[in-house]
């Protein structure tokens, strides 16, 4: 640690209850209190007295009676995140020891210099926001609002620029307007996440070849190459092939959310029938849909729109909300498949999967777009599933500049939504 990061910080100006009067003077806090190792011990009875221009104030007229802010400057001193204050003219006007440290400046330097020297916030694009209507500390003195968990770039020297999650609040600086960042650095933590998501990545890639190999050797047994089966084997050898395939689908979806999260994701937009996308949903779940005793039914008009979309991916997101609701509908229930131009926005075209299944509870509505989410509920529990479908298909859909939601209501079923860009020549364009 820096020389100067051992030095007591300078207490705020303070207003005193009852008059509003402005205290300008340094406020020093009477040296009878014992070390800072000796705090936890200190009797309750023992009082501190504020020196004001010569004019003694108890502490209770400025603090509730009795409370120790001892801890405060403990964590000013010895906490890992970064605080800065900056007035109203963006000059530094103190840093605690970690801002020093992470920041490569010393206070003496960084008081000289403009915050935009020290600090150079920037988005995650790398666009600087000094001097812009986008600079946090603006926004902060013209809004009065506190900025909640900003992610941007700090540092202004090289080997000291890190990403930060931020919150800047306004706060009194010499008696002005100013503000206070309250940076925790990320850079271990997305370290830690590009570390895991290149693991799972290569896990999810080694287990692709086995698993083809599996299922392809199974349909060769299924064909009967290798011999004739009895109805028994057939029958196991069933399951087995079902189980691959489970297998496969899941390896699929975490490779998927691996190359989104990595930003490799695309789509490749072309006009698309709907008709037929929904007809190629229902022949590959109808054998899901038979088997579950559930009818699976289609809505839509002989001039079926024409969409603008990835034909693969958006089959994908039919398939998972299709999929998903042959789950959780009961024996003898129904699964629709609706399409229509959308009422309100021109430009998009509504998708409907309605199904007539227990609902979705409650207290698992917030959640159900989540990665991993897993309900409580018992149908869920027999169900299974690893809860990725959903977000694939939000993500699906807000690629293509759509939007996904649901209604539901105990034992009145649940019909998800989701738009997708209407077919109007862009590929002719």
Excluded: W
Excluded at 114 to 129: A, I
Excluded at 344 to 363: A, E, N, R, Y
Aim: glycine fraction near 6%; charged fraction near 20%; proline fraction near 6%.
């Amino acid at each position: 640690m820096r020389k100067d990061s051992k030095r007591r910080p300078p207490v705020l100006e303070l207003q005193a209850d009852g008059a509003a009067r402005q205290v300008q003077n340094d406020i020093q806090v009477q040296a009878s209190e014992p070390t800072r190792g000796q705090r936890g011990s200190r009797p309750q009875s023992e009082t501190e007295t504020l020196i004001l221009s010569n004019e003694e104030v108890p502490a209770a007229s400025l603090f509730s009676p009795g409370r120790d802010l001892s801890y405060m400057e403990d964590y000013f001193f010895h906490g890992p995140t970064m605080l800065v204050a900056v007035d109203e003219q963006f000059h530094i006007y103190d840093l605690n020891p970690s801002a020093i440290d992470r920041l490569g400046f010393s206070l003496e330097e960084a008081r000289a210099c403009h915050c935009k020297d020290v600090l150079m916030c920037r988005n995650l694009n790398g666009t600087q926001l000094c001097g812009t209507s986008h600079c946090p500390l603006t926004r902060v003195l013209e809004s009065g609002e506190t900025l909640s968990s900003d992610e941007m770039f700090l540092g202004a020297r090289p080997d000291f620029s890190a990403e930060y999650a931020v919150n800047i609040g306004p706060a009194r600086i010499a008696s002005r307007p100013g503000a206070v960042f309250v940076g925790r650095d990320l850079s271990t933590v997305k370290v830690a996440n590009q570390v895991r998501a290149n693991f799972v990545s290569m896990v999810s890639h080694e287990l692709r070849t086995p698993l083809n190999s599996v299922h392809g050797f199974i349909d060769l047994l299924m064909q009967g190459h290798m011999g004739t089966l009895s109805e028994e084997q057939k029958k196991y050898l069933g399951y087995a092939q079902e189980g691959v395939q489970q297998l496969m689908t899941i390896v699929e979806d975490i490779l998927f959310m691996t190359r989104s999260d990595s930003g490799q994701f695309e789509v490749k937009p072309q006009k698309v029938n709907s008709r037929v996308l929904a007809k190629q949903v229902v022949n590959s779940l109808k054998f899901q849909a038979l088997k579950a005793a559930v009818i699976l039914d289609k809505d839509i008009p002989t001039s079926a729109p024409l969409l603008y979309a990835d034909p693969q991916r958006m089959q994908q997101v039919l398939n998972n909300l299709v999929a998903n609701a042959i789950k959780f509908t009961p024996p003898h229930g129904t699964v629709t498949i609706r399409v229509r131009p959308h009422p309100q926005q021109k430009h998009m075209v509504l998708f409907s999967v309605i199904d007539t299944g227990d609902g979705i509870p409650p207290k698992d509505q917030p959640h159900v777009f989540e990665r991993f989410y897993q309900s409580n509920h018992a149908m869920q529990s027999k169900m299974g599933g690893y809860g990725l479908g959903l977000s694939i298909a939000r993500l699906i859909v807000e690629q293509h500049g759509g939007m996904i939601s649901f209604e539901s209501a105990p034992q009145q079923g649940t019909t998800f939504y989701f738009t997708a860009p209407l077919y109007s020549g862009q590929d002719e364009e």
